[in-house]
């Protein structure tokens, strides 16, 4: 089946520094990407859609500026987090689709952002 | 908007069933999903349904849906302790379109 890898699985930042997190669709070309939160005991919030060679786009409430998402190629994106600080922490996960009709979304492990 | 809801929690006894239920508010769901997280892991894609379907079955899972009532449930046979996890549900408008998640029900099953 579809494989999505995250890069790191667990980082931990100081405040005010950025982190990156990379996704990539191991033995597919992902046209579209998504990013997801993630809070202790809580459902998945979608932050933004990335397609490939395309701006992301974002959901409501998500700021675009602090969440820097790129999707320069078909089976990379990478989320940055900007000026990080502790409300920041949570897990972010991403998921790929192999096609603009493909129903499924296949889902990566999770990166755990802890930022102190 | 839309909306997913399901019930937080399930406990039952290994070999019972488990019935994990989940209501929706858009009707203009068409695809409707169960994942199965495990600690600390990504979503797995367990089944899902399409909204002209009342009934799928995989294996030992069965997924019922109520289009009137916009009322889905998953219900795993012969529970093992290895199917202790946080199921969701999620649903979405049209083929590749975003996905809507519920809370998730976290199952523990009991030896």
């Known amino acids: 089946g579809a494989v999505v890898s995250q890069h790191p699985s667990r980082v931990i930042c100081k405040s005010g520094t950025s982190v990156k997190i990379e996704c990539r669709s191991l033995?597919?070309?992902?046209?579209?990407m998504f990013w997801y939160r993630q809070f202790p005991k809580q459902s998945l919030m979608l932050m933004a859609t990335s397609n490939e060679g395309s701006k992301a786009t974002y959901e409501q409430g998500v700021e675009k500026d602090k969440f820097l998402i790129n999707h320069a190629s078909l089976t990379l994106s990478t989320l940055t987090v900007t000026s990080a600080h502790p409300e920041d922490s949570s897990f972010y996960i991403c998921?790929?689709?192999?096609?603009?009709?493909?129903?499924?979304?296949?889902f990566g492990p999770g990166t755990r952002l802890t930022v102190t | 908007g839309e909306d997913v809801e399901q019930s937080l929690f399930l406990s039952v006894r290994e070999g019972d069933s488990s019935v994990i239920n989940c209501t929706y508010t858009?009707?203009?769901?068409?695809?409707l999903y169960w994942y199965k997280q495990e600690p600390g892991a990504g979503l797995q894609l367990l089944t899902y349904i399409f909204s002209n379907m009342d009934m799928k079955q995989d294996q030992r899972l069965t997924v019922l849906l109520n289009k009137k009532d916009k009322h889905l449930s998953l219900r795993i046979a012969d529970t093992q302790t290895g199917d202790s996890a946080i199921y969701f549900c999620?649903?979405?408008?049209?083929?590749?379109?975003?996905?809507?998640f519920g809370q998730g029900t976290e199952l523990s099953v009991k030896p």
């Open positions: 999620a649903e979405s408008r049209y083929q590749g379109g975003k996905l809507i």
């Open positions: 998921s790929a689709r192999d096609g603009p009709a493909s129903y499924e979304q296949y």
């Open positions: 033995d597919f070309q992902a046209t579209t």
């Open positions: 858009d009707s203009s769901s068409t695809y």
